[in-house]
């Protein structure tokens, strides 16, 4: 369930920080959150697949610990990343 690089390399140049920024708290999150979107239509479609849900839930856990660093580091930059992705919190 890759993203097209067509589509994660929009993400990149909308929440890097800086130019080549692929690394940054708000980026990981970012394409965690799209992965995570276009898993959850296949889920819906396929509601067996196990092997699926372990990996969303492997990548909402890893979503949920990059969030709560970036909100103990730069509470602002949090903030602003939960309103674009429009995540709850």
Partial sequence: MALPTEEKQEIIKKFAREKGDTGSPEVQIALLSAQIDK????LKEHAKDVHSRKGLLSMVAKRRRL???LQKRDEARYKILIGELKLKK
């Fill in 67 to 69: 969030l709560t660093y």
């Fill in 39 to 42: 898993l959850i239509l296949h």
